[in-house]
């Protein structure tokens, strides 16, 4: 198994004939995924990689079955794009571009909830699912079929870590790029659940970052989870005051802090490591010490 996305999914791609979205398309052909369609207002009847262009969602939905769309439109843009793929009924909205306006993104989150839509991102590197599809930016080669998941808020950061894991030999299930603006759809919490709901997963990496409460708001989450979870944060060694890249990265009055996330991290179990070439070794432990206490209590 894995979460969200499978190798049944089939993906549309908004903005499909910009430099990025052709890009990326190709990219994601030659993983595997099932990219049915794209749109790009005045341009349909084209075909980039293979894939037919439409102008509209609702065009596209009329040639195909689509489950899940990656948006690749500028800021100004992104939330008529979401809009309407939601409004034709797609459940999972992959949102590439950054910067996406707060009030707009407060209006795609909250038509998204009344709507049981799934939104990663904004300002996400996407997510996928190793050997199965792949909805994003990230680089193909990483990533390998695996009992690991992971979810981010940093995208290199977590590059790093998948790669090290498949090293390692271990392998991810699903990977999940929360997003790193001010407002995104999935939080920490989300994902976590998933990943303890679903069977393939036998352990969590968490990659997160100094700002905001996302890490304190999951930490309270872990303290029922029966999966070992191994976090790591960004920031670690910021100096007071400074500004990190993500909108999301913003230390307010004291909360948000590298050191305040440890603690509220590690009293949920947790285990924190400082470098990211800690994460293999510290999880395979926890991972065979989940096992061994399992046997146990059997």
Known sequence: MAIIIDDK???LVQGITGNQGQFHTRQMIEYGTKIVGGTSPGKG????HGVPVFDTVAEALEKTD?????VFIPARG???AAFEAMENGIKTVVIITEHVPVHDAIDIMAYAEDKGVTIVGPNTFGLISPGKCKIGIMPNQIYRPGKVGIVARSGTLSYEIANSISVAGMGQSTVVGLGGDRIVGLSFVDVLRRFEDDPETQGVILVGEIGGNAEEVASEYMKQMTKPVV?????RSAPPGKRMGHAGAIIERGAGTYKGKVMALEAAGAIVAELPWEVPDLLRRAMQDSISNRKAII
Do not use: F, N, S, W
Request: charged share 25%; glycine share 10%; aromatic share 0%.
């Open 9 to 11: 999914t089939k993906v």
């Open 45 to 48: 009847g084209q075909e980039i």
């Open 66 to 70: 689509i489950d899940a769309t990656i």
């Open 78 to 80: 992104v939330k008529d």
């Open 231 to 235: 976090a790591l944060l960004a920031g």
